[in-house]
């Protein structure tokens, strides 16, 4: 069975500044995808970005890109030039071949101005 | 995104009672899916529905019961809920048959059983 594991319950960043955010997955298929959502205060999910596994160019979303490794099956999300609307709970997201989306136990990310 | 609505937003109800949620979408997908979220969990895959078909079940209780008329609609009826089912219930779209199948999720339902 599929895994996603997010080992950081909370970071933090300075306004303005990078963060890295982690996430690692246990699969055996070759061929599926990976998101992050964000879910800010008011609960909504937010797609941020997704990255197909066939895909080795790193997915890039303005401020958000990824860094996906594909054989150490990690895929780590960057947020440069954080603004205090980045501040939100950030959860990884693995598609499987059957569809089914597995998420990972979310990191709160704080921005301080 | 508001490509998904979710009424209502807020919920409480007794053990006794019968509620329903329900979850619209206007995004032409033919997918849709209930999740739960609890406080420190990860979010839970309730129920899947392609082509107004049930085509997943994930050991839900009985007392939640799916219902999807169309693409469009997915409901969730509650009946004879625990104090344990509360949380935040979650309805997303998705366009079945495709590579990605990006999920779009809808604000949530937060429910609180007395």
């Known amino acids: 069975a599929q895994t996603v594991t997010q080992s950081q319950p909370e970071m933090s960043v300075q306004e303005a500044e990078t963060v890295t955010l982690s996430c690692t997955y246990d699969?055996?298929?070759?061929?599926?995808?990976l998101f992050w959502y964000k879910q800010p205060p008011s609960r909504q999910m937010i797609l941020v970005i997704r990255?197909?596994?066939?895909?080795?160019q790193n997915a890039t979303e303005n401020r958000f890109s990824v860094n996906f490794q594909k054989a150490a099956k990690s895929f780590s999300l960057k947020i440069s030039d954080s603004q205090l609307g980045d501040a939100a709970m950030y959860f990884c997201?693995?598609?499987?071949?059957?569809?089914?989306?597995?998420f990972g136990q979310g990191t709160t990310l704080q921005v301080k101005p | 995104e508001t490509g998904v609505t979710q009424t209502p937003r807020h919920l409480v109800m007794g053990m006794t009672n019968k509620k329903s949620l329900k979850c619209e979408q206007h995004?032409?997908?033919?997918?849709m899916y209930w999740y739960k979220q609890s406080a420190k969990k990860p979010l839970e895959l309730m129920f899947v529905?392609?082509?107004?078909?049930?085509?997943e079940n994930n050991s839900v209780p009985s007392r939640f019961s799916p219902e999807c008329p169309n693409s469009s609609h997915l409901f969730l009826h509650l009946h004879t809920l625990q104090p344990e089912d509360s949380a935040l219930y979650l309805c997303?779209?998705?366009?079945?048959?495709?590579?990605?199948?990006?999920?779009?999720f809808g604000p949530g339902t937060r429910l609180l059983v007395l």
């Open positions: 997303a779209s998705s366009r079945s048959g495709t590579t990605s199948g990006t999920q779009y």
């Open positions: 990255q197909e596994a066939y895909k080795q």
């Open positions: 529905y392609s082509l107004e078909e049930r085509v």
């Open positions: 995004l032409g997908h033919n997918a």
């Open positions: 699969t055996s298929e070759s061929d599926y995808y």
């Open positions: 997201a693995y598609r499987s071949s059957t569809g089914k989306l597995i």
